[in-house]
């Protein structure tokens, strides 16, 4: 059996009024080393995972087995070492990438030989929707959705921003961030909120950021009703907005909120919200255009 190493870039979702259908993913990663073992064990490479099971019963390792059983595969068992710096149940694609990684672990140890299409459909399955999925297979800018025929994605690579994030220590989770949205809304408001989203992304593509951070701010989806469970969001924004800042959003269903800006301003808004913010995690990331990798390593070099 081959040894490999599986990476997985975190992701940002929704970009503010592209919800449950816009990813962007960011330069902080899941890695698994990956090799033969006599029975399924899972070891923590990073503090924040030695909470999670350490056999078969880890989620990586549930739906790498469950995938493969869709197949009709068998894994033979294998040490799978893990780390990430990828901040868990932030809004930051964990559960995303944890998802992606299982795929892509089935497919090596199992030899099954899954198209990237596939694996899209069988994430999407796992995760509810393809935004963080399809932002950590695929790389850069994605726009999903989930037609009667399948999921249609895009993906775009090259848009010169970065996002700096910006966490607190407080987890939110995603279920009470769900129990805050309507349950639907009238047909006029819908119209309009996908017209905000659909100029989103024609400025996004022709990178003109201020209708792109006005249109961020202009969701109707989810920021109304989330940001009152945030109240660091206001002095965040307005922080990023006056030192560069082109645009600010939720990350996914938060708690951290991500402040898009173009690559020469990133270094400067990094400093005002870490001086800022002291007590939260502020990050500089850039943005991932290869998504999910996969590569052979020689044995002898096997953490």
């Given at each position: 059996m081959k040894n490999w190493q599986i990476k997985v870039p975190a992701s940002t979702a929704n970009l503010g009024p592209g919800f449950d259908s816009v990813g962007l993913a960011l330069d902080r990663y899941l890695t698994l080393t990956v090799s033969s073992h006599h029975l399924w064990e899972v070891r923590a490479l990073s503090p924040s995972l030695e909470e999670f099971p350490n056999d078969e019963t880890n989620f990586i390792v549930r739906t790498a087995l469950e995938t493969a059983k869709s197949y009709g595969a068998e894994l033979p068992p294998c040490l799978v070492e893990v780390k990430s710096n990828?901040?868990?149940?932030?809004?930051?694609?964990?559960?995303?990438?944890?998802i992606v990684a299982g795929i892509e672990l089935a497919d090596a140890a199992g030899d099954i030989g899954i198209s990237k299409r596939k694996k899209l459909e069988l994430?999407?399955?796992?995760?509810?929707?393809?935004?963080?999925?399809?932002?950590?297979?695929?790389?850069?800018?994605v726009i999903a959705c989930e037609t009667d025929d399948g999921i249609?994605?895009?993906?775009?690579?090259?848009?010169?921003?970065?996002v700096v994030t910006?966490?607190?220590?407080?987890?939110?989770?995603?279920?009470?961030?769900?129990?805050?949205?309507?349950?639907e809304i009238?047909?006029?408001?819908?119209?309009?909120?996908?017209?905000?989203?659909?100029?989103?992304?024609?400025?996004?593509?022709?990178?003109d950021w201020e209708v792109a951070g006005r249109m961020m701010k202009g969701d109707l989806y989810h920021h109304p009703f989330r940001k009152q469970l945030l109240p660091h969001y206001e002095k965040v924004?307005?922080?990023?907005?006056?030192?560069?800042?082109?645009?600010?959003?939720?990350?996914?269903?938060?708690?951290?909120?991500?402040?898009?800006?173009?690559?020469?301003?990133?270094?400067?808004?990094?400093?005002?919200?870490?001086?800022?913010?002291p007590d939260m995690l502020v990050q500089n990331l850039n943005i991932d255009d290869k998504g999910v990798?996969?590569?052979?390593i020689a044995q002898n070099t096997a953490l």
């Open positions: 990828i901040p868990l149940t932030r809004g930051l694609g964990s559960s995303a990438a944890a994430a999407a399955k796992y995760e509810g929707h393809a935004d963080n999925v399809g932002a950590s297979l695929y790389g850069g800018l249609e994605l895009l993906n775009i690579e090259d848009l010169p921003i970065s910006v966490t607190p220590k407080e987890e939110l989770k995603t279920e009470k961030a769900r129990e805050v949205l309507p349950e009238s047909f006029s408001k819908a119209v309009k909120a996908g017209a905000v989203s659909n100029v989103l992304i024609a400025a996004l593509l022709k990178q924004e307005q922080i990023a907005e006056n030192n560069g800042a082109f645009g600010v959003a939720l990350s996914g269903a938060g708690p951290t909120i991500a402040c898009f800006v173009e690559e020469e301003k990133a270094s400067w808004l990094y400093y005002k919200l870490h001086q800022a913010l990798t996969i590569s052979t």
